[in-house]
């Protein structure tokens, strides 16, 4: 540990001397003579931008095995997820480095679940059950049991309110780091039915929150005013207002639920990649 924090340390003043040397220009390329420092993004700079993200994740059984099992019991015999977001943005530099800004945003899912309680496993070597013999077998499949089958589609807008904050990276106007925080409000829509059989039955879920989210992430600038962003959600609070309804049933069962929760990240997606340039002072 010690080693590793020594060779952090060095590799910290390493750069910085660099920086000094064959790299001053590389790093103070867009440095600001008149004020005597670098500012990564001038005040009064206005910016349009837009940032987005995809993940795919999928666990499925490959030669007719029952796929992706957890402690032995939870068993994914079939999943798929595609999640996704985009979010144009327009920002307003209240003061050099400091934005202040508009994003909408709109995410969403698509999720294939098959999901089991496997207890062949535990309870199947308790009972001693022999997988050869046909009566056993026909137990030991009983033990797997079906927990949830489920198509789910989920749409989701919403509009935030953001305040950037970005530290020029070893004095650069080209790299920086930021840390960001949005008041956001969101409505969704959720429709769910049995994979199988049964798709008539279909599930409609609402959802309303209100929240604050933090997060943190680098940047990346250009010449021309262009710049790349990579952000990672750190955490959020929020309060959510959920109404479902089951649509097939008489009258409309419908039920209501309200929460309030504090969490790492609120965002299904991790990493964000973003781009924004500027469109006048």
Do not use: C
């Amino acid at each position: 540990m010690k080693k590793l924090l020594f060779a952090a340390v060095a590799l910290f003043v390493s750069v910085q001397l660099y920086a000094q040397g064959p790299l001053h220009n590389f790093f103070q390329r867009f440095e600001d003579p008149e004020k005597g420092k670098v500012a990564y993004i001038k005040k009064g700079t206005k910016t349009l931008g837009i940032r987005g993200g995809y993940r795919n994740l999928n666990a499925a059984g490959l030669a007719g095995g029952d796929g992706y099992s957890i402690l032995s019991l939870l068993n994914i015999g079939s999943g798929q997820a595609q999640l996704w977001n985009v979010a144009p943005k327009f920002d307003y530099f209240v003061a050099d480095d400091l934005s202040l800004g508009v994003r909408l945003e709109y995410s969403g899912y698509l999720v294939d679940t098959d999901l089991k309680l496997d207890f062949r496993d535990i309870l199947g070597g308790i009972l001693d059950y022999d997988a050869s013999d046909p009566a056993d077998a026909e137990a030991l499949a009983a033990l797997n049991v079906q927990v949830s089958s489920r198509h789910m589609v989920h749409h989701k807008g919403g509009l935030s309110i953001v305040s950037r904050k970005y530290l020029s990276f070893f004095g650069s106007s080209m790299f920086a780091v930021f840390g960001e925080a949005a008041l956001f409000g969101s409505y969704g829509v959720t429709t769910s039915h049995p994979r199988e059989e049964n798709t008539e039955k279909i599930r409609y879920t609402n959802t309303l929150q209100l929240g604050l989210k933090v997060a943190g992430g680098l940047a990346v600038r250009f010449r021309d005013g262009s710049t790349v962003t990579a952000s990672i959600p750190l955490f959020g609070a929020g309060f959510t207002s959920t109404a479902q309804d089951k649509a097939w049933l008489n009258a409309h069962n419908k039920a209501r639920m309200n929460a309030f929760n504090v969490s790492r990240s609120l965002d299904f997606l991790g990493l964000q990649i973003g781009y924004f340039r500027s469109i006048g002072q």
